[in-house]
């Protein structure tokens, strides 16, 4: 917290502040030898870094370090875990084992599953040989290529996935028998009431109309002829 702790007192008291059992027992009894300090006032040690070795020095358990190098060693990216589980486990044992910059990035190589590893001799022919700057550098470095693996596989199955979806879509579209009759599918026809007389043509109703016509003329035409019987007005209209 460079803002809230922006000197080496303050940092001090902050991590003197978490300790417990012997460990604050130790900083307590340090505390008797306290010296001013331009900056904070009164301070044991001059660099938040004094500090932290001399709390090292004394309650460095030297068996839990030799034994977290020697398990360190054993540690290896395992098959479908994601890059960031394995950085923060190598990162937890290294806070332990404290290991040299070189070392530590090649057992960070060496743990990776290979298909990280083979990517990283594609983009960078170098970069397996040499180690970045410091440790924390040396975790940058491998989530960055290990995501992009990651990134990678999942477009990778995406895509696998999509051609499968294809492929099964094309199948059932082959699979499916047109239909030899294509009437079938047509609904019949409803059938014509019987009862209902059907519409006479145009024509027809002409054609009669002209028959009738001519036989009224023929009857009204032998009415008028003589020696016949004469015809009365309401005989025709009949």
Same mark, same amino acid.
């Given at each position: 917290?460079?803002?809230?702790? &922006?000197?080496?007192? &303050?940092?001090?008291?902050?991590?003197?502040?978490?300790?417990?059992?012997?460990?604050?027992?130790?900083?307590?009894?340090?505390?008797?030898?306290?010296?001013?300090? $331009?900056?904070?006032?009164?301070?044991?040690?001059?660099?938040?870094?004094?500090?932290?070795?001399?709390?090292?020095?004394?309650?460095?358990?030297?068996?839990?370090?030799?034994?977290?190098?020697?398990?360190?060693?054993?540690?290896?990216?395992?098959?479908?875990?994601?890059?960031?589980?394995?950085?923060?486990?190598?990162?937890?044992?290294?806070?332990?084992?404290?290991?040299?910059?070189?070392?530590?990035?090649?057992?960070?190589?060496?743990?990776?599953?290979?298909?990280?590893?083979?990517?990283?001799?594609?983009?960078?022919?170098?970069?397996?040989?040499?180690?970045?700057?410091?440790?924390?550098?040396?975790?940058?470095?491998?989530?960055?290529? @290990?995501?992009?693996?990651?990134?990678?596989?999942? @477009?990778?199955?995406?895509?696998?996935?999509?051609?499968?979806?294809?492929?099964?879509?094309?199948?059932?579209?082959?699979?499916?028998?047109? &239909?030899?009759?294509?009437?079938?599918? =047509?609904?019949?026809?409803?059938?014509?009431?019987? @009862? /209902?007389?059907?519409?006479? $043509?145009?024509?027809?109703?002409?054609?009669?109309?002209?028959?009738?016509?001519?036989?009224? =003329?023929?009857?009204?035409?032998?009415? =008028?002829?003589? @020696?016949? &019987?004469? /015809?009365?007005?309401?005989?025709?209209?009949?």
């Amino acid at each position: 917290m460079p803002i809230t702790c &922006d000197s080496a007192n &303050d940092k001090i008291l902050y991590a003197a502040a978490l300790l417990t059992g012997s460990a604050k027992q130790w900083y307590l009894a340090n505390e008797t030898r306290r010296k001013p300090d $331009s900056q904070s006032g009164w301070c044991v040690w001059a660099r938040y870094e004094d500090f932290l070795k001399d709390f090292i020095a004394v309650h460095e358990n030297r068996n839990e370090a030799r034994e977290t190098k020697r398990n360190i060693q054993m540690e290896f990216q395992k098959a479908g875990e994601l890059i960031k589980d394995y950085v923060s486990r190598m990162r937890t044992l290294n806070m332990v084992a404290n290991l040299p910059r070189d070392l530590l990035w090649e057992y960070l190589i060496i743990g990776l599953q290979p298909e990280v590893c083979e990517y990283m001799k594609q983009t960078n022919k170098d970069s397996l040989d040499v180690a970045p700057a410091s440790p924390e550098m040396c975790f940058e470095a491998i989530t960055s290529v @290990g995501r992009k693996v990651e990134n990678e596989r999942i @477009g990778e199955q995406f895509m696998r996935n999509a051609q499968k979806l294809k492929e099964q879509t094309q199948a059932a579209a082959r699979g499916k028998k047109p &239909d030899q009759n294509p009437q079938a599918d =047509k609904k019949p026809e409803a059938p014509k009431p019987s @009862g /209902v007389p059907k519409k006479k $043509s145009k024509q027809g109703e002409k054609k009669k109309s002209l028959v009738s016509s001519e036989k009224y =003329k023929t009857a009204e035409k032998k009415a =008028k002829e003589p @020696g016949e &019987d004469k /015809v009365t007005y309401s005989m025709r209209q009949a």
